[in-house]
């Protein structure tokens, strides 16, 4: 490529969509400034004009034009004199308000100015209209035009141009100026379609990179799950047992009773004769030679001598030795999660130890200047209600939650977050998921490099969410500051973020009718809390204060209502206590 060095605008008041930071607004999982940024990543030097910003790489100088926001002359001319005299003939100038820009935009006017003799390139639109703030500057005209203007300040860029100037059509240069053309834009990459909740869980149970295998003792690790099929250690039963409080015998009957007796884990009785019996109790070691275990309730007897009531059935009650596992039999396949029942099969065969993928360990982040967990509420702050619930819904869906920190609303915070992954496999944010400016986890993320499986959601509440998978294959879940919404999407999404890390299938749903679907359905899947109706299935809540989480006190639980759903219609339930 041509040798250049670049200059990016990234100031400006934006004044028609509310005086929001333009170049920070996410569009495809980045900011318009980081779009432009990665366009000129190949030039010698680059310069930012705008508001200082923390974030970027220290490698990229900043500066500001001369009064802020004296517009785009100025902060070109700012940007010069920042560069110096570089010794690269060319000069890119790009503005930070065009998510589409890239680096074979930049290829492009390089490889165009490289071929003329003009004094400068610029981009054209699809209407044909020259884009000057999208162009390539012999460094000498530049500096010539800047010096013969008598001010810079609130100069239109047409003062500038030069009069040996070329035009070329090239990609990227479609900008976003109102709120409409952010929206276009977004819809252009697929953020006004977003996956269904069914349809992220399945690409996250399997495009997350799964957790390293390693050995443990199943009895430490519940919430991972097997990475290697379990395989009976031992017969079950060991040897053979009674099956049932009654009498060991050997023959027919009537039968002489001893008066030893066998105790599950005591000494085993000595063997039977024909026409003997011993007392038993379930689960102790029948004698040798025993025939049958007689029942309790089936038994008749008349001081030592024992027999068989008259209508009692004919039944042997022993468990036979490796009757429900022989050494080698399999217990669980791979990714059976380690729960409690798991635990007792394996052990039961004398396994404890297997060899296992997680469970998943967490950092818990909550976002916000205005939130405060502890002591008296300042002015502007509000109770953090559902920091100190998180912990405990995460458990339940198999996460550890090692750390729990709270994030000042810094764009270097969030980066020094993203960074910082050392012991936890997820990092699950509150708050900051939103596109705006206030919101900076999405262009934190995207400055990373991660892989975003799930950009948003066709859900509402929680269409906000991002989930994201660093280089280094930490998750990052972003949910929703919202108190509901937060909760809601946890419950829902979650289960499938744990599956594909520990390679576990994804969870069952549990399903049934909702009664009253067709007062709760919109246009997409709608989360409502819901209780359980006499008659089965669930009622739910058509109206939701999604501010908090009061009205899910009295309920049950939260339903996943489809689009468009009739009364009656089958929905997926979510059971919750808090």
């Known amino acids: 490529m041509t040798a250049a060095d670049a200059i990016v605008l990234a100031g400006g008041r934006a004044s028609r969509m509310g005086g929001v930071d333009k170049p920070g607004i996410v569009i495809g999982g980045r900011s318009m400034l980081d779009a432009a940024l990665r366009a000129v990543d190949g030039c010698a030097t680059t310069v930012v004009v705008g508001p200082y910003r923390p974030e970027l790489d220290p490698g990229i100088r900043q500066t500001r034009e001369v009064p802020p926001g004296s517009g785009p002359v100025a902060a070109v001319g700012a940007g010069l004199r920042e560069l110096g005299d570089g010794a690269a003939p060319w000069v890119v100038v790009l503005a930070s308000d065009m998510p589409f820009l890239t680096a074979d935009t930049v290829r492009a006017l390089l490889a165009a100015a490289g071929q003329s003799g003009a004094e400068a390139v610029f981009a054209i639109d699809d209407s044909g209209r020259p884009q000057y703030l999208v162009g390539v500057w012999r460094r000498t005209a530049l500096s010539a035009r800047l010096a013969s203007l008598g001010t810079w300040e609130n100069q239109p860029m047409k003062a500038l141009v030069p009069a040996e100037t070329r035009l070329v059509a090239v990609a990227g240069t479609a900008d976003c100026d109102t709120e409409d053309q952010v929206a276009r834009a977004r819809a252009a990459v697929g953020m006004e379609t977003p996956p269904t909740i069914e349809t992220a869980r399945q690409l996250l149970a399997e495009q997350l990179s799964p957790l390293v295998a390693y050995g443990a003792d199943l009895r430490e690790v519940r919430g991972a799950a097997l990475a290697e099929p379990l395989a009976a250690a031992g017969p079950l039963p060991r040897f053979d047992v009674s099956a049932m409080d009654g009498y060991a015998v050997c023959g027919d009957g009537p039968w002489r009773l001893r008066r030893d007796i066998g105790f599950a884990g005591g000494a085993r009785p000595a063997g039977l004769l024909p026409g003997e019996a011993v007392r038993i109790a379930t689960g102790a070691h029948v004698p040798d030679d025993t025939t049958a275990v007689l029942r309790d309730e089936f038994a008749s007897r008349d001081g030592d001598l024992l027999s068989r009531l008259p209508e009692a059935p004919v039944r042997e009650d022993i468990r036979r030795r490796g009757e429900d596992r022989r050494i080698g039999d399999p217990v669980a396949p791979a ?183 067709a007062e709760c359905a919109t246009t997409v899947t709608r989360l409502c809390p819901a209780r359980h109706a006499p008659e089965g299935g669930w009622l739910a809540d058509p109206t939701v204060r999604t501010a908090h989480l009061a009205g899910l006190v009295g309920r049950d639980g939260i339903v996943l209502v489809p689009p468009g759903a009739a009364d009656g219609a089958t929905v997926e339930f979510l059971p919750l206590t808090v």
Request: proline share 9%.
């Open 335 to 517: 990714g059976t999660p380690v729960t409690a029942a798991l635990i007792s099969a394996a052990a039961s065969v004398e396994v404890t130890a297997g060899v296992v993928r997680g469970p998943v360990r967490a950092r818990l982040v909550m976002t916000g200047d205005e939130i405060r967990a502890e002591g008296p509420l300042q002015a502007g702050q509000t109770r953090d209600s559902i920091g100190p619930i998180m912990p405990d819904l995460l458990s339940r869906c198999g996460i550890r939650v090692v750390d729990h920190v709270h994030l000042r609303d810094t764009t270097r915070g969030f980066d020094d977050m993203l960074a910082a992954t050392g012991g936890v496999d997820l990092i699950l944010v509150v708050g900051a998921t939103g596109g705006g400016a206030a919101d900076q986890l999405r262009t934190a993320v995207a400055r990373t490099g991660a892989r975003v499986p799930v950009p948003r959601l066709r859900l509402r509440p929680g269409g906000s969410t991002l989930v994201a998978e660093l280089p280094d294959t930490t998750t990052v879940v972003g949910l929703p500051g919202n108190p509901f919404a937060a909760v809601a999407v946890l419950l829902a999404l979650t289960p499938a973020v744990v599956a594909g890390r520990i390679g576990a299938p994804l969870p069952r749903p549990l399903r049934g009718p909702l009664h009253n679907a």
